[in-house]
Structures are given as C-alpha cells and as structure tokens.
C-alpha cells in the first residue's frame, strides 16, 4: 500500500464527504483508485470512530455479489447500528445493476458510500438516470510529476528534477513503478503487466472480443501516433492495405472499447474563434506515456510526441477538459478548460530558431483574451520568460507548477 496521501484527489473529494451522495472515482486500473479509498477511510477514522465495510469486486470469495440482490443483502448485513457505516466498493463495473443497489442504500440513508470502477462506461448505463443528482465523480489518473518527485523523496534516489523528468518521460507514473523505483526494463515489465490485466479483463472478456489480433493492431496504431491528428477511417484503410478482413464498424468499435478501459482517451479539435468543437478531429493520447514504451519501446526520437501527451495528462489531472486548438488554421497543441476559465499551451521540443520562435508565440498571440497561455520546451533554451503575456518554460517547470 502507497503510503504517500494523493493529496489533490483528497482534497477534491473532501468537500463531498458526508454529503448523502454516492462518490465515485474512475481510472485506468493501478493508478491508486483503492488506495485513495484506503486513505480515506484513515481520514475519517482520525474524526470519528467509523465500521467499514470493504467489498473488492475482483476478489474470488466476492464473485456472487455480482447478482444485485447478493449485494445488497451482504452490505445489510455488515451494517453497524452504534457506528457511522461507510461502505467502499471496489472494482464495481461488473456487478449487475450496481447503481439499483446504490441507489436503495442512499435512499434509506444506510452509509456513506466510496465506489471505484476501471470502466469509462461505468455511468454511462440506463440505470445511472436513477441516480442523476445523487453521485459526485471523480477522475483518477497515474501519477503527475509533482506526485512523481513525493515518491522519489520517499522511494527514490534521484537528486535532481531533471534526472525525475527522464525518469518520468520514460517510465511514466503509475505509483507502483515509483513505489518500487524500478529500472526501464522492471518498468516496462511491469505496466506490460498491467496492460494484459486491462486487455484480458476491460476489453477482451468485457466485450467479448472475437479479434484480439485487431485489438491489439488498432492500439499499437495509436500508440505510434502521439502528437498526430488520428483518423479511425485511415486506419481502417491502412488495416484493409494490409489484407486484413476487416470492418470499418468493428474499427470504431475497438477503438471505443480502449477509450472504456481508460487505455486512451480522445482529444477533440476545438474551433477558437468559432467556440466549438469540431468532432469529426481529434487526436488521441495514451492515459501513461509508460504505456507507449512498454509496448513499442521507448524512442528518443518521438519525443514531441511524448511532450505532448505529458502534458495533456497533467491539464486532466488538473481538472481541466482538454481540447487540440484551432484558429483559423493556426495549431494550438493543447487548450485546457476549466470551470469557465481556459489555458492555452504550445509545445514544442526545441527553440532552435527565429522561425521556429516566431511559429509558436505567432499562433498564441493571435488568440485575444487575458486567459493564460505557454510555450513549453523540453531542453533549458535561453528564450524563457514572459513575452508579451506569454509565458516560456522548461517541461519540469510547467509541470512542477501548483497552478497555472
């Protein structure tokens, strides 16, 4: 068990706690959904003397309570009449009508209620209508580098931030890898393992996948493609090039299914001026940059990509809805958007040139609102600070900021 706090997940969730709603908190799996629960139910237990009742989903003795009323029944009968209960449900995407058994427990006021789930359409089901009002959501992600460099202080040796940013563009950040502070290849070894958890158990069982082959295809397509426009058509016509007997709706299908086990998530294009979204682009991202290395191996040369991809994931770890930018034709890598407020960031590996200074500021000074705007770059350049209400930076400085 991480002995480090999450802090900001527990301070997203701490003003929901006692509220009478059901919390839940969504990720991909191993990225700390459990132990957060664990940390807080130590928080509550400091206040106020507390029975928990704990129900791991993925445990053998536990597989009955996939039938709702088993579960219901089960939660009943471990409920305390001279304490506070506090129910935590882990792993719950598989239990049958989870959300009618959520639902009953909140309308008698029987307990607080914590659920984690691995599953992207875990509330996305007819049922969660029941529940419309009565659930706060939270989404968990690998460690950012901020969490990264409270491991290292706790685990790890590395004495620099910038020996943590290596470390951190190649390994990623799912918190066992830190924990254990492995070497690249322990860590590949072991995200590799959790990708065949998440293939054989969210994907392939999930959805009864009659072409792992095709599966397996599709995610090594978006894997290779970080930092690009992603065209689900082009790859089902690369897929056709190659003799495959393939549908395009199986295509579309599996790349859904990868979105729904938090493998991937999508970035739509959004129009700046116009103040839309442009659904028909978007580019996809990798939920762990880890997850790219410990499936091609890691390579120096795509490092733009990786950039990218790294960064995307620490506006959503923010809170922050995360779009490709659009204006008039002028790429703006990654605008984030948040309660009403929005940043905008451009990056870039090296500026090496007038030309390629005058390219990246060019296109955030053309956007006209005070909202904050980036170029970030991963080597030390001498061009750092504010120009003209942009900011210029380091990968380790953006990524070391408590706020934006």
Known sequence: MDNIDRTMYLEKISDFIGNGNAKVITGIRRCGKSTLMRCISETMCKKEDINEIFIDMELWDNRELKDPEKLYRRIKASLS?????????????????????VRSLINEKLCEIYITGSNSKLLSSEYTTYLCGRLNILDMFPLTFRECREFNDAYGDLATDEELLQRFIKVGGFPVVWRGHYNESSSYSTVRDILSTIRAKDVIEKYNIRNPDLLDRIFRFICGNLGKYTSLNNIYNVLRSEGRNVSQDSVYAYAGYLESAYLVQKAHAYDIRGKRVLSARYKYFLTDIGIKHATLGYKADDISGHMENILYLDLRSRGYTVYVGDDKGKEIDLVGERYGEKVYVQSVFRLSSEEVIKREFENLKGIKDNYPKYVVTMEDDLFHGNVDGIISCGLADFLKREEL
């Not at 009449?81 to 058994?101: A, Y």
């Open 81 to 101: 009449k001279d304490k506070k209960n506090v129910l935590f449900l882990d792993e719950i995407q598989d239990v049958t009508e989870w959300e009618s058994v």
